[in-house]
T-cell receptor, first 113, second 114 residues
Framework: SAVISQKPSRDICQRGTSLTIQCQVD?????MFWYRQQPGQSLTLIAT?????????ESGFVIDKFPISRPNLTFSTLTVSNMSPEDSSIYLC??????????FGSGTRLTVV | GDSVTQMEGPVTLSEEAFLTINCTYT??????LFWYVQYPGEGLQLLLK?????DKGSNKGFEATYRKETTSFHLEKGSVQVSDSAVYFC?????????????FGTGTQLKVEL
C-alpha cells in the first residue's frame, strides 16, 4: 500500500519557537494536505499544498503562522511558527494516492510548553 | 456546506458484540464516503469506502452501505475484538467543487473489553 513518512513523530517545544514537520510520499502526487487534530477532536484542514504554487489556506489559518513548502511532487513541509501552548496538537499530512485513496502520515504530536 | 454527523462516543462493548456506529451526511449530489480508523498514537488509516449509492464497502470484517435515501453510511461489524479499540471517523468528498477535500465527522471512540 501507499506510504507517507512523516517526521518528527513528536516534539516538545518552547513557546515562541518554530517547528518544521516533513512529509515524504513514496510516489508523485498532485495535492498534499495538512490537518490539525486538537486533543479529543476531529481533523481540521489547515491548507492544501500543490507543487509549483502557493498553498491554499482554510479559514482561520494564515501563511505567516503555518508556512508550507512543496518543492516537488513527493515532499512537503509545514512550519508551525511562533508557537504558543494553544498550538499543541497532532499535525497530519495527507495525499491523494489515486486507487489507494487519501493516505495519511502517522502524525506529529506537538506539545508547546 | 457539506457536513458529516457521527454518533457521540465513547462506545463501550464486550468482545464479540455487534457494533454499529451511525454516520449521516449532508452534501449535494453523490459524494464519496469513507470510514477511517485511528489506533492509539497513530495516524489515520482508510478502513473502507463507497463511491456511489447502494455500494457496500468492506474490510477486516467491517461493512458500511451507502444509503442515498437516508443519507447514511453506518459502520457495522458482527463481532468486535479488543484490537478494534480505536477512534473511527466518517468522512466525505463532494462530487463537485470542494477541491477534493475530505470533510470529517467528529470521530467515535470505540472501546472493546474482554
Amino acid at each position: 500500500s501507499a506510504v507517507i513518512s512523516q517526521k518528527p513523530s513528536r516534539d516538545i517545544c518552547q513557546r515562541g519557537t518554530s517547528l518544521t514537520i516533513q512529509c515524504q510520499v513514496d510516489s508523485q502526487v498532485t495535492m498534499m494536505f495538512w490537518y490539525r487534530q486538537q486533543p479529543g477532536q476531529s481533523l481540521t484542514l489547515i491548507a492544501t499544498a500543490n507543487q509549483g504554487s502557493e498553498a491554499t489556506y482554510e479559514s482561520g489559518f494564515v501563511i505567516d503562522k503555518f508556512p508550507i513548502s512543496r518543492p516537488n511532487l513527493t515532499f512537503s513541509t509545514l512550519t508551525v511558527s511562533n508557537m504558543s501552548p494553544e498550538d499543541s496538537s497532532i499535525y497530519l499530512c495527507s495525499a491523494n494516492r489515486g486507487n489507494y485513496g487519501y493516505t495519511f502520515g502517522s502524525g506529529t504530536r506537538l506539545t508547546v510548553v | 456546506g457539506d457536513s458529516v454527523t457521527q454518533m457521540e462516543g465513547p462506545v463501550t462493548l464486550s468482545e464479540e458484540a455487534f457494533l454499529t456506529i451511525n454516520c449521516t451526511y449532508t452534501a449535494t449530489g453523490y459524494p464519496s464516503l469513507f470510514w477511517y480508523v485511528q489506533y492509539p498514537g497513530e495516524g489515520l488509516q482508510l478502513l473502507l469506502k463507497a463511491t456511489k449509492a447502494d455500494d457496500k464497502g468492506s474490510n477486516k470484517g467491517f461493512e458500511a452501505t451507502y444509503r442515498k435515501e437516508t443519507t447514511s453510511f453506518h459502520l457495522e461489524k458482527g463481532s468486535v475484538q479488543v484490537s478494534d479499540s480505536a477512534v473511527y471517523f466518517c468522512a466525505l468528498i463532494p462530487v463537485t467543487g470542494g477541491g477534493n477535500k475530505l470533510t470529517f465527522g467528529t470521530g467515535t471512540q470505540l472501546k472493546v473489553e474482554l
